[in-house]
Every structure is written in structure tokens, then in C-alpha cells.
């Protein structure tokens, strides 16, 4: 509500709490959300002459273009650029990532 001043409780100091048009009210102590759901994410797609190259979910995108290096992050407008022969970096959500396996490595 803009305009009007609350306690921390989140109650109307300026005004009735009866003339406020409430549509949703949260509780102060509520379940905080699943970490997965803090990650802002976005559908990425590479695409070439040839077909698609990659599609899925992302938290950040490296790339360059033929006008320079681009870094995306979740919530972008939605981007068409033309890629310079490079790597693009497609960094996937949290919960996507995996580690490497230390077998078989050098010690």
C-alpha cells in the first residue's frame, strides 16, 4: 500500500485498518522458500545455422558477439545476438550443477 504508514506488525498508523483495501496479507514469521526458488532463472537457447545447439535453464550467460563480450543475467529482456566464434559460458541453476568426481584423479 502506498501512501500509508504501518507498525512491524503491518497495521495502519495513518488510517483504519477497515478503509485499506487488503487483498493478501503474509504473516511475518512464514516458511521461507525452497532454496531452488531464490535462483532466478532463465530459458536459454543457442541456435545456429545447422540447428539447435543448446536449450535449457540458466542463471548467467557468458558470450561473445560481434560486437563485443555480453554477460545475461535471469530476468534480461529477451536477446538475439549474432556470436563471434567463441565459447559461450551457460552457467546452470544451483540445483543443476554437478561436481567433479574425484576418482581418478591426480594426487
Not at 34 to 50: A, C, K, W
Not at 70 to 81: E, F, Q, S, T, V
Request: one cysteine or more; glycine letters at 8%; aromatic letters at 6%.
Amino acid at each position: 500500500m502506498l501512501g500509508h504508514v504501518f507498525n512491524v506488525l503491518g497495521r495502519p498508523l495513518d488510517v483504519g485498518e477497515k478503509d485499506l483495501p487488503l487483498m493478501e496479507r503474509w504473516p511475518i514469521h512464514r516458511k521461507p522458500p525452497d532454496f531452488e526458488d531464490l535462483e532466478p532463472r532463465m530459458q536459454v537457447e543457442v541456435v545456429s545455422l545447422d540447428g539447435e545447439l543448446f536449450s535449457g535453464e540458466a542463471t548467467f550467460v557468458l558470450a561473445r558477439t560481434v560486437e563485443g563480450d555480453i554477460g545475461i543475467l535471469a530476468n534480461h529482456a529477451p536477446l538475439l545476438a549474432e556470436l563471434a566464434p567463441y565459447d559461450v559460458k551457460i552457467h546452470p541453476p544451483a540445483a543443476m550443477r554437478i561436481s567433479p568426481s574425484r576418482a581418478g584423479s591426480c594426487r
